[in-house]
């Protein structure tokens, strides 16, 4: 059974900088795909980030493209989100998840975190 565990909440200002982690255990963290994804309140669930098994290839919404970095780090079992120049519409609850192929939507995603909050105010 994989488990994901997410870290890293957060109150920040606008403009301020905020790093989430994600650490994995249960299988082998190499033979996923990790996604970042969010939800705030009333809106769907949307697709923030996603690095492939070797952290080739990366993924980005537009909305976070050039602020947002997602990274691994295969020896520790753990997915990185570095979010940058932060703005108030960022304001969701943060969930990282994990996937046997290269997928940027939901619906691709086996395995799930409970997500973490991360609230930009002034």
């Known amino acids: 059974q994989v488990q994901l565990q997410e870290s890293g909440p957060g109150l920040v200002k606008p403009s301020q900088t905020l790093s989430l982690t994600c650490t994995v255990s249960?299988?082998?963290?190499?033979?996923?795909?990790m996604g970042w994804f969010r939800q705030a309140p009333g809106k769907e669930r949307e697709s923030v980030a996603a690095?492939?098994?070797?952290?080739?290839?990366?993924y980005y919404a537009d909305s976070v493209k050039g602020r947002f970095t997602i990274s691994r780090d295969n020896a520790k079992n753990t997915v990185y989100l570095q979010m940058n120049s932060l703005k108030p519409e960022d304001t969701a609850v943060y969930y990282c998840a994990a996937s046997a192929r290269w997928v940027t939507a939901l619906s691709g995603y086996n395995y799930w975190g409970q997500g973490t909050q991360v609230t930009v105010s002034s």
């Open positions: 249960g299988r082998t963290f190499s033979s996923y795909v």
């Open positions: 690095i492939s098994w070797s952290g080739v290839t990366t």
